[in-house]
């Protein structure tokens, strides 16, 4: 959530923010609405302010023996314009928290301009595409010739987009889970937890998923809970409305697995494990201070790049652009991974800096270096997510016969497997 004394203050920076986002808010209502709730606050103050007076110089009449009648009709008809006021400036602030809910993140100033992945930006790659002397075959193909995983009984019990891993395919899955946890606890420093996968409401609005983006939610109306789309939900939510007592920055890991609606349009990416509406992440989240949520971006981006660059897989990374970015982001970097069948990159990772925005909707605070309560700064990435991770190094590590190299660092993860065949 975006603080609305910014938006007052810098009325004209946060017009240009949005305006980069392309983004269509209605600045002059919420500024409305904020002048509205201030006006009725100072009015209410100053009410009281004379109210208290005209009950003292009523107090001195009684002592008096004067006639009181007047003044404690002036004082009824003051509180009676204070209860219309307080529940005047009730509504507005309800009104502008509404708004302000979905307004999105402004972009850092680092973020590059632009309205759609188009105007991404390629940082760097990490290694060359292999040459094949073979056609390479989709992964599709070499999962279901080898029984790693079944995607037509899967649809046949949840329907399309729901993968149902099987035999060494449902090993792979979990080996890899339990390599990136082993990888950020024991090299990286996160501390793992194991979150719930469902989330309430309001563990929904403060990490921004809610209200706005409400339909690409899956949704248990008979318990008002949230099947989450990423464990940055109950990972982030973790301080909800607290002030943190341990030493920042804090790092946390989470395994979860992850439900969303938009898994795309009809054709190619929605055939095979590119495009799923569930599917198994490991996440990393930071809670840190402010004057250094730059730099821990960087090595938030190096603990996600780690995990690929011990797979041996090659990977480039993004900056997205304005336009591009997600509504709570204010700055992002996506790692892509190269798949040879599809010829194409596949995101497996998004890393982001969300400054105090989710902090502000979800109550999040520490005390500063002088000792007052301020707001965290939060972040997190995917390290990484699956199952495109399996499709990369199915179609990377495939041979000509069908079979899988699998790399080393998972061998000790599967038994000591080292071929899939």
């Known amino acids: 959530m975006l603080d609305i004394r910014t938006i007052r203050e810098r009325e004209a920076d946060v017009r240009r923010a949005l305006d980069l986002r392309g983004v269509g808010v209605d600045l002059d209502a919420v500024l409305a609405l904020d002048?509205?709730?201030?006006?009725?606050?100072?009015?209410?103050?100053?009410?009281?302010?004379?109210?208290?007076?005209?009950?003292?110089?009523?107090?001195?009449?009684?002592?008096?023996g004067q006639d009181t009648a007047a003044r404690q009709a002036e004082v009824r008809a003051m509180g009676d314009r204070i209860a219309e006021l307080d529940r005047i400036v009730r509504e507005a602030e309800e009104k502008l928290n509404n708004a302000l809910l979905f307004m999105p993140n402004l972009p850092h100033p680092a973020v590059p301009p632009g309205h759609?992945?188009?105007?991404?930006?390629?940082?760097?790659?990490?290694?060359?595409?292999?040459?094949?002397?073979?056609?390479?075959?989709?992964?599709?193909?070499?999962?279901e010739k080898l029984g790693l995983f079944d995607l037509e009984r899967g649809a046949r019990m949840s329907g399309a987009g729901f993968p149902l891993f099987t035999g060494r395919g449902a090993r792979l899955e979990r080996g890899l889970i339990q390599f990136m946890l082993d990888l950020h606890t024991t090299q990286h420093g996160y501390r793992e937890i194991a979150p719930p996968f469902l989330c309430n409401a309001a563990s929904m609005t403060g990490t921004g998923q809610l209200p706005k983006l409400a339909e690409d939610m899956y949704h248990v109306a008979s318990d008002d809970l949230y099947l989450i789309p990423t464990a940055e939900v109950p990972v982030t939510n973790f301080y909800r409305e607290e002030i943190i007592r341990d030493p920042l920055p804090v790092k946390l890991t989470a395994y979860s697995a992850c439900f969303r609606r938009e898994a795309g349009a009809a054709g190619r990416d929605t055939r095979g494990l590119i495009r799923v509406h569930q599917f198994d992440k490991v996440e990393l989240v930071k809670f840190v201070e402010p004057e250094t949520s730059d730099a821990e971006l960087e090595t938030l981006l190096a603990d996600a790049e780690d995990v690929l660059q011990r797979l041996g897989l090659v990977y480039r990374i993004l900056e997205l652009c304005a336009g591009d970015l997600s509504f709570a982001s204010s700055h992002t970097y996506d790692i892509e991974l190269w798949a040879p069948a599809q010829k194409a990159w596949l995101e497996v990772s998004s890393c982001s800096n969300f400054g105090d925005f989710q902090a502000r909707r979800a109550g999040i605070r520490y005390r500063n270096k002088d000792g007052k309560a301020a707001f965290v700064?939060?972040?997190?990435?995917?390290?990484?997510?699956?199952?495109?991770?399996?499709?990369?190094?199915?179609?990377?590590?495939?041979?000509?016969?069908?079979?899988?190299?699998?790399?080393?660092?998972?061998?000790p993860y599967l038994g000591g497997l080292t071929v899939l065949d």
Do not use: C, M, Y
């Not at 188009?118 to 760097?124: D, E, G, S």
């Not at 990435?381 to 699956?386: I, R, W």
């Open 35 to 64: 002048r509205d709730r201030r006006s009725g606050l100072a009015e209410v103050e100053q009410l009281k302010n004379q109210r208290n007076v005209i009950s003292k110089e009523i107090g001195a009449l009684k002592k008096a």
């Open 116 to 143: 759609d992945a188009a105007q991404n930006r390629v940082v760097r790659q990490h290694g060359t595409p292999r040459s094949f002397d073979f056609e390479p075959k989709p992964h599709w193909e070499l999962g």
């Open 377 to 411: 700064h939060t972040l997190n990435g995917s390290g990484v997510a699956l199952p495109r991770l399996v499709v990369a190094l199915l179609e990377n590590g495939q041979r000509a016969d069908g079979s899988i190299v699998l790399p080393e660092a998972l061998h």
